[in-house]
């Protein structure tokens, strides 16, 4: 049970966890902290928090849980405003999509890891933004990864897992580096070339008339590229090591790819696409299970 | 008014011309053709077709109206197959998806490009197969391309373009070069990376982890991805030389952006994601007006 939940950024994810947290019963008191009074007041309302404090410092006073839910680029700043105010078992735990970059965020910011900060990610999430988009079924049957390090505190890594779990997640940890490539090759990859084909098609000549052509598929394969542009800069420059070795890596394949179609070399091609029908194939009945 | 079509593959998209034109009361008579028996009774059984031949040259003789619905790799076989075969005032079109490629295979069976011929394009479907997965709506408010040629005689394509505005379509005409082009990009671009990205992460190691931590928004990046592997394979070879050219250049773009994210070029990021949202919600916006 936790008895003061500071969630640092009450948008969807923080939202959310509020939510699934107060309708299990896993948490007495909550407080809100963020930049803006519309959203923490619209919070209030909604019964997501019982109060709010815009200073980081006064929102963690006497937390012994603090979830830090804001973009990559905040991360640090929040670590910073938060050194010397928390309580001594005070828990601290975020929801960045890169962590690396986090962990080294709160190196710089509390001059060592925190032996009880226990870095995460919740794989979750809509389109949407705002406390008004946060629902408590968010995390229902997704997976939350953790990534502690060598001297993360076990008392701090089972809470964390624990409250996770009590939102109905199922969570798994890894390594900081491992997670960085996983999430590279499965959600940052996939970003990049959906905002990058719908770049390339609206700077060619006609590209009103382009779209116009554009079939079911395109919606569906384009829906990433309707994601925030600035989250999406935090998560490319937190990552970067990772994913802009694995984008050029597919580049060269997608060269190959080019120069085997030119070829017209029919059976190489039936082969990528029937290993990937396949590969796809598999991964939709695993969900589905 | 059509006396009698026939339909060459009696597939989602032949079978949903003739379900469409039946509707309209836009035809006298339908004899389907294609090599599977089974499909062609379920199709006469479905009430699409009124009989059928598996000869080519049988199933054309005595249409007015030919609608070739086969793979683009069987073009040249179905143009050879009814050569001298036709009614003297017969039209034939056909729904191939890259049009360069099916006007090379007419020239290549029929000697000369035949003037009755006009070449089309339906920008529909699904992903299913067969006569089951037709449905008589398929067309309404999608659009058709039409690529008449120099010589393409106009009373033809008035008659193509009317067949198609009864099934509901909205009918626009362009060079067969522009056609190919915008294709490319809109679809056949998409298709390449949604294959490519799936088949690389499947060739991975700890490709099933991977999988596992993939989130909703990669489901939908990569549906495409379980399309018909040789449908593709032939689309590719058809429209080899459009295709290659823009997937190379693409592959270009992505060793680019690697760089910037390499080098933590934050503004020119979020430059290139700004511009790729805004496009994709207008294009969202036009398809919802």
Redesign the interface.
Known sequence: MIRRLAVIGVGLIGGSLARALREAGEVEEIVGCGRSRDNLEKAVELGVIDRYRHAVGEAVEGADMIFVGVPLGAMEDVFGAMKGRLAEDAIITDGGSAKGSVVKDAIEAFGELPRRFVPGHP???TEKNGVEASFSTLYRNR?V?LTPLEKTDLDALACVRAMWEACGAEVTEMPVEHHDE??A???H????????????????KE?D??????????????????????M??DI??AN??A???M?????????D???T??A?N?EH??E?????????????D??EE
């Open positions: 794989i979750a999430g997976r990864i996983v999430l090759a499965t959600s990859l996939p970003h990049m070339l959906a905002f990058g084909l719908v770049d390339a098609l609206s700077r060619m590209n008339e382009i779209f116009r052509y554009a079939a079911g598929g395109f919606r569906d394969f384009t829906r990433i590229a309707s994601s925030n542009p600035v999406w800069r490319c420059i970067a090591p994913l802009s070795k984008l050029s890596a597919f580049a060269d394949e997608m060269k790819l080019a120069d179609i030119a017209g029919g091609l039936l990528i696409f029937e290993r990937a029908k396949a590969a796809r194939d598999r991964y939709i695993g969900l």
